[in-house]
């Protein structure tokens, strides 16, 4: 049965409506910690101008976001701090690691500094660089934004799960030069 | 060099302290267990009403050192400009020395800091934690036998998941 559709009305599937609402205004979370976090702020500014995708609106509360964007080097005190302002941002989100810091660690390879939040957060996207100019974020978004639109879904399904997961770096201790292994408690990734 | 007379009146009352010079920097070196008397000595009666810093020096592998840690107080007079630098030294197992925060208030942290990264103990601190480092770290950082990738701290944190979160 053929049905009238004027000239004005388009089909889509309501995961395409979604992703497109939803891409096109991402609402980050500035997690900015470090030099990295000058290059996002300049990202924001007038020159760069983040609005021009739908993202400029930077909201310091973390119930207002859905883009985390972590800038900068994490160290083991700011990591729960990190894990609770991503629990308390409202599904769905998204993470950045912006630079090379907040990916692997950076130069920081000391006993403070947390290699990756990857270990131990969700992350989308990574950005290289140190610091990345505001062009590689900005490509950062453009690329998050396409993922969005095709991997989406309204019920959020395409997120990782337990099962899909691959197992996390985290569990796997690094090698320390000459010293015996010593972790402060027994189970991997129990919070003391 | 020329000491000033207040330094010579003092080793007069402590006969094991020696002094020294470095780059016209006085320096004076006392056991531990004179440290509490000598420190009473130099706020009360030669008017040093300023501690500028507490800070320690791990000679572990020290070429030509007795000694493992150094402890190392810097004292300034605002009256006299007289700035004076006192050492003491520490070996394991004794790393105890008394507190310094009945004599300067700004001790406390500074005590606090080197408990935190050296592992020296200040007895009649009124609030000896950590000051730096989360509460539940085990090692002492800055010792020169703790690895510089640590013993594993960085990796003990929950995985959060996107199921989790």
Known sequence: MAIEVPENVLVSRLDQLANWCRKNSLWPMPFATACCG??????????????????EVMRFSPRQCDLMIV?????????????????QMHEPKWCISMGACASTGGVFDTYCVVQGIDRFIPVDMYVPGCPPRPEQLIQAIIDLQDVIQRGGTIRGAEFETRQRQQPKRALVELPVLNQPLHRLTTGGGQRI | MILPSYL????????????????????????????????????????FDMLIDITCVDYLNYRGATDRFGLV????GTESNERLIVRTYLNEPDLTVPSAVPLWESANWLEREVFDMFGIRFAGHPDLRRILLPPEFASFPLRKDYPLQGRGERHNFPVLT????
């Open chain 2, 73 to 76: 107080y810097v004292l300034l």
């Open chain 2, 8 to 47: 010579l009146a003092l080793k007069q009352d402590f006969l094991s302290a020696t002094t020294s010079e470095y780059i016209g920097q006085l320096r004076l070196r006392i056991p531990a267990d004179e440290l509490q008397s000598l420190l009473t000595a130099l706020k009360q009666r030669y008017e």
């Open chain 1, 71 to 87: 800038a900068g080097r994490v160290v083991m005190k700011m990591l729960p701090v990190l894990q609770r302002i991503w629990e």
């Open chain 1, 38 to 55: 000058i290059e996002l702020m300049a990202t924001g500014a007038s020159r760069h101008d983040l609005a021009r995708f739908g993202a």
């Open chain 2, 162 to 165: 996107r199921e989790s979160a």
